[in-house]
């Protein structure tokens, strides 16, 4: 399968480190954002022959079967929708949109295009997460209280590997939809009870750096999300499994029970990598005809929790 990855910053070179991984599978096309330099610098260290800055322009090839979009967020939505018109198969990183309306529109179109639609939700894939997923549905679990802190230092517009951004990031459509959906899979229901505070904007990037948002399911389960660009401190995401019969923290790829002993997961996937699972459920989805796990239609409803908690915002 040759493979297109449109976007080139942390996420997009994560992709193609993961796909080196992958048996069967080659990229071969990048598409870079502004600099076409660059863009042929990372072609370079990983092997791909093809460099564009034209996302059309990958799609119009022959060895072009899939794509991977590691774009800034304000543009996934138009970028997915060019390619499930090119009738490419697609996985777009999360998030799959910034609002709901464009979030339905790929829904919409990826039905009736009838290719296989994926949305990069991480944490369905994580080794922690779906070990606690396999003792939730098997009635071992019983989740009570999912806590969850997300936290950066963001006061300039840097990404993941501390480099100038061209776009800006966002607390709520971003960060908290990998939470707000995490939540939702795992309990296997949609929040009935929303209700989210935000901080003051940036000065000058004109978003909240801080933010709190507490959910409830129709069984009583509980989540609070802490956000912050704000923190000068350990980076990333922390969440606390509080559950009937015992209590686990994940973080990324690593478990750990309620008193900091870490939890063997080498037998839960073929990877403990997290991006590589993603990417190898997104290539048998479509060598199979299948619906991937992470499938468009079956994130909607985190999406739909997301401009509930926007406009619990306003």
């Given at each position: 399968?040759?493979?297109?990855?449109?976007?080139?910053?942390?996420?997009?070179?994560?992709?193609?480190?993961?796909?080196?991984?992958?048996?069967?599978?080659?990229?071969?096309?990048?598409?870079?954002?502004?600099?076409?330099?660059?863009?042929?610098?990372?072609?370079?260290?990983?092997?791909?022959?093809?460099?564009?800055?034209?996302?059309?322009?990958?799609?119009?090839?022959?060895?072009?079967?899939?794509?991977?979009?590691?774009?800034?967020?304000?543009?996934?939505?138009?970028?997915?929708?060019?390619?499930?018109?090119?009738?490419?198969?697609?996985?777009?990183e999360i998030p799959m949109a910034d609002n709901?309306?464009?979030?339905?529109?790929?829904?919409?179109?990826?039905?009736?295009?009838?290719?296989?639609?994926?949305?990069?939700?991480?944490?369905?894939?994580?080794?922690?997460?779906?070990?606690?997923?396999?003792?939730?549905?098997?009635?071992?679990?019983?989740?009570?209280?999912?806590?969850?802190?997300?936290?950066?230092?963001?006061?300039?517009?840097?990404?993941?590997?501390?480099?100038?951004?061209?776009w800006t990031d966002h607390l709520l459509w971003?960060?908290?939809?990998?939470?707000?959906?995490?939540?939702?899979?795992?309990?296997?229901?949609?929040?009935?009870?929303?209700?989210?505070?935000?901080?003051?904007?940036?000065?000058?990037?004109?978003?909240?750096?801080?933010?709190?948002?507490?959910?409830?399911?129709?069984?009583?389960?509980?989540?609070?999300?802490?956000?912050?660009?704000?923190?000068?401190?350990?980076?990333?995401?922390?969440?606390?499994?509080?559950?009937?019969?015992?209590?686990?923290?994940?973080?990324?790829?690593?478990?750990?029970?309620?008193h900091g002993r870490p939890v063997d997961l080498?037998?839960?996937?073929?990877?403990?990598?997290?991006?590589?699972?993603?990417?190898?459920?997104?290539?048998?989805?479509?060598?199979?005809?299948?619906?991937?796990?992470?499938?468009?239609?079956?994130?909607?409803?985190?999406?739909?929790?997301?401009?509930?908690?926007?406009?619990?915002?306003?």
């Amino acid at each position: 399968m040759k493979v297109c990855i449109a976007g080139l910053g942390a996420f997009g070179q994560k992709h193609l480190e993961a796909i080196a991984a992958i048996d069967g599978v080659a990229v071969s096309s990048v598409v870079g954002g502004r600099s076409l330099a660059q863009a042929q610098d990372v072609a370079v260290r990983f092997g791909v022959p093809h460099v564009t800055l034209d996302l059309n322009e990958s799609l119009a090839r022959s060895d072009v079967d899939a794509v991977i979009l590691c774009s800034p967020t304000q543009v996934h939505a138009v970028q997915a929708m060019a390619c499930l018109r090119a009738k490419k198969p697609v996985q777009i990183e999360i998030p799959m949109a910034d609002n709901l309306r464009d979030a339905r529109e790929i829904v919409a179109l990826q039905q009736h295009a009838g290719v296989v639609a994926m949305a990069g939700h991480t944490r369905r894939y994580n080794p922690g997460h779906q070990w606690i997923r396999r003792r939730i549905l098997s009635g071992e679990l019983t989740l009570q209280h999912l806590d969850v802190q997300t936290f950066f230092f963001r006061r300039s517009n840097i990404n993941a590997a501390g480099e100038p951004r061209s776009w800006t990031d966002h607390l709520l459509w971003h960060h908290a939809c990998h939470t707000v959906d995490l939540f939702q899979y795992q309990t296997g229901q949609t929040a009935s009870r929303v209700h989210a505070m935000q901080g003051p904007p940036h000065p000058d990037l004109g978003i909240a750096m801080d933010m709190s948002i507490q959910l409830q399911v129709p069984s009583g389960a509980l989540c609070s999300l802490t956000l912050s660009f704000n923190n000068d401190g350990p980076q990333g995401t922390f969440f606390r499994y509080i559950c009937d019969n015992g209590t686990y923290i994940a973080r990324y790829d690593e478990l750990l029970d309620g008193h900091g002993r870490p939890v063997d997961l080498s037998g839960v996937d073929v990877s403990l990598n997290g991006i590589e699972l993603q990417d190898r459920e997104f290539f048998e989805a479509i060598q199979s005809g299948r619906e991937p796990r992470s499938g468009v239609a079956s994130v909607l409803s985190a999406y739909e929790t997301l401009d509930r908690l926007e406009r619990s915002l306003a």
